[in-house]
């Protein structure tokens, strides 16, 4: 993976990283393209759900998944002790009116009463409720140019380069 992490979840496995192609950077009102690899360490007892947040820094969440990992078709009771799998993500980003600095983080909880599954450090200490990938900056959309009597671009591409003008 392009960013290493290393969580071990309480009874779910380890995120071992994760892929953002685009790197750290997204349009609000897009997706996000996200690969995370995970394994599992031992056979699972009992069954979670993935969670994977993007949040604003007062928590309020832009984006992200919860469920079952592939789609619904991996659950952690499936998982084999030792064999790592990739997990490929689009999520749908909310749109914002500024730049937002968010956080990207990933975690299990119980399906039954919702209880996050702990993080787990040295010593299988609990060290938290989930793994942080890092920051994504969600782009406010560009202010309307139409206002301003300026041409909409001819083409935008995903990394938020316009053209807009051709001669």
């Known amino acids: ?8 979840f ?5 995120l071992i990283g994760a892929d953002l192609p685009h790197g750290g950077s997204v349009p609000g009102g897009g997706r996000l393209p996200l690969t995370l690899y995970l394994r599992g360490e031992h056979a699972a007892t ?10 604003d820094d007062a928590d309020r969440r832009l984006g992200g998944h919860d469920g079952v990992p592939a789609g619904g078709r991996h659950p952690t009771l499936q998982w084999v002790p030792g064999v790592a799998f990739a997990d490929g993500y689009g999520l749908e980003v909310a749109s914002v009116s500024t730049d937002t600095l968010a956080v990207l983080s990933v975690g299990f909880y119980d399906p039954e009463g919702g209880a996050r ?3 787990l450090g040295d010593g299988d200490r609990p060290v938290g409720d989930r793994a942080v990938l890092g920051h994504v900056m969600v782009r406010a959309a560009p202010p309307d140019t139409a ?6 671009p001819f083409a935008v591409w995903a990394n938020g380069i316009a053209l807009t003008r051709s001669e």
Request: hydrophobic share 40%; charged share 35%; proline share 9%.
């Open 147 to 152: 206002r301003r009597g300026i041409e909409p």
């Open 1 to 8: 993976p392009d960013r290493a992490v290393d969580a071990r």
């Open 46 to 55: 009992r069954p979670a759900v993935m969670f994977v947040h993007l949040t």
């Open 10 to 14: 309480d009874g779910d496995g380890t």
């Open 117 to 119: 599954r702990a993080v």
